[in-house]
């Protein structure tokens, strides 16, 4: 990656590695130039300009936005698997909270809008119902530090858009680790022969990673503040998104075994996660699509790259 990027005034994207690269991948901003902020280069993203950066390092998205003076920062990069949070919660803080404030303050010395991605894992799980305006209540280290680095940006006068479980492709990824949407997951275990278990009593609205994005672009172009949440408009188990997924692909539903939270082993889960989204609807005109036809339309996608 080079040093010094020559696009200005450009949108610098971080955290685009995974699902959400793919969806950003796929759904462009448009009117704007984009630089790629990654410890490593994806394969998602040879064609732009690539910066490097590593939030564990103190001071390194500072320096960065300094240098490049973007127009917008769509924050994404986070440390983002809720056990690999439980088990290094010193690191968390560093990566999904400090470097965050670090962020903030640059953005204000240059000038630059920041829209903070956020998830629906901010919330306990406890109300039948989540409103952008509640109060973020999660007791788990990965929840809490989205939660505190949100209040960190709103304070900033930045925006956030609260994402729930994203759909979509495959991506490898130079590290080796396998990134894909949940519906990809599931299918990708049948196909290896596994029967994987999946949650009756688990309940989310899924949306496609690259719907979630042209959400994230209007926010971003809107430099409206405040919080937005660009979830699906269908609340199903994780057991009966996996089945939606397989019939999808043409798969047997039946290779799915049911099974309930109360059995799992790892950090403590959400039952349920609704997330409401009238107000992306009003200020941003933003609506997911049908959740089975976004099931069709990905299950038909090559894998990346
Ligand atoms: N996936 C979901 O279902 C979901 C649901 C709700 C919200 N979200 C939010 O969406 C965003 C992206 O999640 P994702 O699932 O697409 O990605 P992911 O696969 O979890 O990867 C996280 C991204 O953060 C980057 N990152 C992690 N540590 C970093 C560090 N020390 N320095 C620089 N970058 C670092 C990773 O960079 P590398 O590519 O270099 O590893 C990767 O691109 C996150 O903010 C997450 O909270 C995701």
């Known amino acids: 990656m080079p040093e010094t990027p020559s696009l200005s005034p450009a949108w610098l994207l971080t955290g685009m590695g995974g699902v959400l690269g793919w969806g950003a991948s796929e759904a462009l901003p448009q009117h704007a130039p984009v630089v790629i902020a990654a410890r490593q280069r994806s394969p998602l993203w040879q064609d732009h300009v690539g910066v490097h950066l590593d939030l564990a390092t103190p001071g390194s998205i500072q320096r960065l936005v300094e240098e490049i003076g973007p127009e917008v920062v769509v924050h994404a990069a986070c440390l983002s698997r809720a056990a690999d949070c439980a088990a290094d919660p010193e690191r968390t803080e560093r990566i999904n909270v400090q470097a965050v404030a670090e962020l903030m303050a640059a953005a ?57 479980l994203l759909l979509g492709a495959q991506v490898d990824h130079p590290h080796g680790q396998l990134r894909c949407g949940a519906d990809t997951a599931v299918r990708l275990a049948v196909q290896r022969g596994e029967r994987p278990k999946l949650f009756t009593d688990e309940w989310r609205c899924p949306v496609a990673a690259d719907e979630a994005v042209q959400g994230l672009w209007r926010l971003a172009a809107s430099r409206r503040s405040g919080v937005v949440h660009l979830a699906g408009n269908q609340a199903v188990s994780r057991y009966q ?35 409401d989204c009238r107000r992306a609807q009003e200020v941003l005109a933003w609506e997911p699509g049908d959740l089975r036809q976004s099931l069709a339309r990905l299950s038909g996608l090559p894998r990346v790259p």
């Open 108 to 164: 204000e010395r240059v000038g630059t809008f920041v829209v903070y991605v956020s998830t629906e894992q901010v919330f306990s799980g406890t109300a039948e119902r989540y409103f952008e305006d509640d109060r973020p209540d999660s007791q788990d280290v990965y929840g809490a530090s989205k939660a505190r680095a949100e209040a960190l940006v709103l304070a900033a006068g930045g925006a956030v858009a609260r994402l729930p």
């Open 241 to 275: 998104l996996g089945v939606m997924a397989l019939e999808a692909s043409g798969l047997e539903a039946q290779e799915i075994k049911p099974s309930r939270i109360q059995d799992f082993t790892g950090p403590p889960r959400q039952a349920r996660l609704e997330l």
